[in-house]
């Protein structure tokens, strides 16, 4: 299971850390990855990173603000949201996968139940 936690509502230009905490067996053999869906469009994927650390992966409009890292000894991955923009505005997911393509393509062994962020301008 993937408990998420820390969403809510911020300015535009301001700052929001999503963590997603999870109780599987072998986390730290999981690639995990943060996905979003705004209303009326398609989840997208938006940051990923693999199971040790030490390799992670972002789509290119969160790049450079959107950071990702992981605990494994807490078993806690985090999404670091930075100079957010309304465009951000969705529900965020963060999901887990012992294969990395499939991970980033969305296709996970778990998922959490999403938490919302909602931008404003």
């Known amino acids: 299971e993937l408990v998420q936690s820390g969403g809510g509502s911020v300015q535009a230009g301001g700052s929001l850390r999503l963590s997603c905490a999870a109780s599987?067996?072998?986390?730290?053999?999981?690639?995990i990855g943060w996905f979003r869906q705004a209303p009326g469009k398609e989840r997208e994927f938006v940051a990923a990173?693999?199971?040790?650390?030490?390799?992670?992966y972002y789509e290119a409009s969160v790049k450079g603000r959107f950071f990702i890292s992981r605990d494994n000894d807490k078993y806690v991955v985090y999404l670091q949201m930075n100079s957010v923009k309304p465009e951000d505005t969705a529900v965020y997911y963060c999901?887990?996968?012992?294969?990395?393509?499939?991970?980033?393509?969305?296709?996970?062994?778990?998922w959490g139940r999403g938490t919302q962020v909602t931008v404003s301008s």
């Open positions: 999901a887990g996968d012992l294969n990395w393509g499939r991970m980033v393509a969305g296709i996970n062994e778990c």
């Open positions: 599987i067996p072998g986390f730290i053999d999981y690639n």
């Open positions: 990173i693999d199971w040790n650390g030490h390799n992670d």
